[in-house]
């Protein structure tokens, strides 16, 4: 991917800076008044990106009328990287998500943000049936976007067989999973693989997991949103590995 992409959002052409992103050009609602927003024109014009002025009508057109908070940039599209690459150089123990179909840019970017602060090394997406990495995805990752790895595939299940032999236990998250995920240890090198909005995991690609966990829930819903859910396996694994530091630690 080498075409130029619309960003907008304060923290997510902040970070797009600061994590050293290409950036063009960056257009500023005419009479806006916010601290954070001068701080992005006075870097911008510290690295030579071009700033200018335009009245909000101009920016709402560029956004077609997202909440763009009165900032929009033009960067460099994300480069992918490369599942082999990957797993010829990651520190064990890796902790990787494997989306199976995830199409809705809001949870595709909600799930970055989330994998970037529970520690995840790289997301793994297919190249079909999968949300691109769009601006409101990046909107929805709140910056994370800039530092997560993004590894696109051409298959998943032929991906999932690379990752188990590259030492990576593969755990699908599903409601028919035998094992509630609060109850697995996820201290080795661990990869979660979370199936589409409203279908789950594929039946093809559950069979390509070593185990299948689920999440219990109290009440008549029997699944939450997978953003959501990524959040809560997520955060356990990083407990779980944190406690685990914390263990080796005193014991030194």
């Known amino acids: 991917m080498h075409n130029n992409q619309t960003l907008w959002g304060i923290h997510t052409v902040s970070e ?6 290409k950036v063009t050009r960056i257009v ?33 057109q560029l956004t077609h009328d ?14 992918y990287r490369r599942l082999e690459e990957f797993l010829s150089g ?34 793994v997406v297919s190249e079909r049936r999968s949300a691109p990495l769009s601006e409101t995805a990046a909107k929805a990752a709140a910056g994370a976007l800039e530092y997560l790895p993004i590894i696109r595939v051409k298959n998943i299940n032929r991906s999932l067989v690379a990752i188990k032999k590259a030492g990576f236990w593969v755990f699908g998250l599903d409601e028919r ?38 999440i219990p829930l109290i009440g008549h819903i029997s699944s939450l949103n997978v953003s959501v859910s990524a959040g809560v396996v997520l955060f356990e694994a990083a407990k779980q590995r944190r406690h685990s530091h914390q263990r080796i630690s005193k014991k030194r």
Not at 116 to 123: F, I, M, Q
Not at 198 to 203: E, F, M, N, P, V
């Open 16 to 21: 797009a800076i600061r994590a050293g992103r």
């Open 28 to 60: 500023i609602a005419r009479g806006i008044k916010n601290p954070k927003i001068h701080e992005i024109v006075e870097k911008a014009r510290t690295e030579g990106i071009l700033v200018e002025f335009e009245p909000r009508r101009v920016l709402d």
């Open 66 to 79: 997202s909440t763009h908070q009165g900032i929009v940039a033009t960067v460099e599209a994300m480069t």
């Open 90 to 123: 990651f520190s064990d123990p890796g902790l990787l998500v494997v989306l199976d179909g995830i199409e809705d840019p809001h949870n595709l970017g909600a799930i970055i943000r989330s994998s970037y602060a529970a520690g995840v090394d790289a997301l």
């Open 177 to 214: 999973g035998s094992q509630n995920y609060d109850r697995v240890d996820f201290l080795t090198s661990t990869a979660f693989v979370l199936g589409a909005e409203g279908k789950g995991l594929r039946q093809l690609t559950a069979k390509h997991c070593d185990s299948l966990i689920r």
